[in-house]
């Protein structure tokens, strides 16, 4: 399948800092690639919402993992997805599209995706140059929100409506979008993330873990740019366990980690908790791998990369409720939930999974294996461009 996919949810240039950008929808295009498949990646810069990064961020064509990634220039009216609306951006815009679809004539493509809502918009705007269906990806905090503003809500139906189909990223995503009415629920699909399966621990060292430890150990891996990720939340569930010995340690960085730090001293923590900054990725698997529990209630969140390396590294994982990572974990079996923004609801948590006996980690270490099994890069791109074909196929 020859797939044009296009969104600013992708990394501009190869290494590009996991603090600057999202990898998960890379990994879909990498293993399509892999398959035989031919994919050619636009990557959007938006100014003046982005103009530091609109100057830093050179156009044109780049390689990253054997996928070709063509990153481009769009101004947009500021707090909105509108491309065109002042004449000066459409003309400028103009020219933009022109341009991709000079670069495109040597391939004939099959489909065009876009993934988050200004992204898509732009697709459908080739989408129907090049009389192509097209895929929308929807994602938690981008484009139910803009269902919010009468303006976006209607030049977002009036794509939708076209589009041939509509991935969702999370099965909590899905039910929502359903929720909109009959005429978006006959094309929905999920589109969830997976793991590269190399990082898995064997099953034998997932059920080693359900030896309890001397000491409690704790991780979150995230990035800190303000409080959503809840950090701070944990860190006070956390400083209310009493005789009991725990360490927890933040991996990644962000505007909110001074806040952060600065709260873990005020909470008397500074020698349970360690703040480690970014870190490679083999570092950070290290880290993990040593821990016991994954602590990340998220909200808002689409579907986290992270909970499914916590899960390849056998530890067992909080989620939010009612985020992306809700459905993957079912509360009890495989992880737990709690509700975001709760500390009270938190500690109860951490206190029923350190009071947990030897045969229910087990059990539980049991079941994240096995899930986590379902959720590599491999199947999660095979299932995408299956149902991508499906719905094309119907057309």
């Keep these: 399948m020859n797939i044009l996919f296009i969104s600013r949810l992708y990394p501009a240039y190869p290494a590009q800092p996991v603090d600057e950008t999202s990898y998960a929808l890379h990994?879909?295009?990498?293993?399509?690639?892999k398959a035989g498949n031919i994919v050619q990646v636009i990557r959007p810069y938006y100014a003046p919402h982005n103009t530091r990064k609109f100057a830093k961020v050179r156009t044109g064509f780049k390689q990253i993992d054997n996928v070709p990634v063509q990153v481009e220039h769009f101004w947009r009216v500021p707090k909105t997805n509108q491309i065109y609306y002042f004449p000066l951006f459409r003309i400028f815009n103009l020219l933009r599209f022109r341009k991709i679809l000079s670069s495109l004539k040597e391939?004939?493509?099959?489909?065009?995706v876009g993934h988050m809502t200004d992204s898509f918009l732009i697709a459908a705007e080739i989408a129907d140059r090049l009389k192509l269906p097209l895929i929308c990806g929807i994602h938690q905090n981008d484009t139910l929100e803009h269902?919010?503003?009468?303006?976006?809500?209607?030049?977002?139906?009036?794509?939708?409506?076209k589009s041939a189909a509509i991935a969702c990223r999370s099965n909590v995503l899905l039910s929502k979008?359903?929720?909109l009415g009959p005429a978006y629920s006959a094309k929905l699909f999920l589109a969830q993330s997976g793991v590269n399966a190399s990082l898995i621990l064997p099953e034998p060292e997932f059920i080693s873990k359900a030896v309890s430890a001397a000491k409690y150990r704790f991780v979150s891996a995230c990035v800190m740019r303000d409080t959503t990720k809840n950090i701070h939340i944990n860190l006070a569930a956390l400083a209310r366990l009493k005789n009991i010995d725990w360490h927890y340690t933040v991996i990644g960085d962000g505007e909110d980690r001074a806040r952060l730090e600065r709260l873990t001293a005020e909470l008397g923590l500074r020698q349970r908790v360690a703040f480690t900054g970014l870190l490679p990725s083999g570092e950070v698997q290290r880290y993990l791998r040593a821990a016991d529990f994954y602590l990340l209630v998220s909200a808002p969140?689409?579907?986290?990369?992270?909970?499914?390396?916590?899960?390849?590294?056998?530890?067992i994982v909080v989620g939010a409720k009612g985020q992306g990572i809700d459905g993957v974990i079912v509360d009890g079996q495989n992880g737990f939930l709690a509700e975001a923004g709760s500390m009270d609801e938190l500690y109860r948590v951490i206190v029923k999974m350190i009071n947990l006996t030897a045969k229910e980690k087990k059990e539980i270490l049991k079941n994240t294996y096995s899930t986590i099994q379902?959720?590599?890069?491999?199947?999660?791109?095979?299932?995408?461009?299956?149902?991508?074909?499906?719905?094309?196929?119907?057309?």
């Design 27 to 33: 990994s879909f295009a990498k293993e399509w690639v």
């Design 107 to 112: 391939i004939k493509y099959d489909v065009v």
């Design 147 to 161: 269902w919010q503003s009468f303006f976006c809500r209607k030049l977002i139906k009036k794509v939708l409506a």
């Design 177 to 179: 979008m359903a929720k």
């Design 301 to 315: 969140e689409t579907f986290g990369l992270t909970y499914l390396e916590a899960l390849a590294s056998g530890l």
């Design 374 to 395: 379902l959720y590599t890069e491999d199947k999660q791109a095979d299932k995408y461009l299956e149902r991508m074909k499906y719905f094309v196929n119907k057309l």
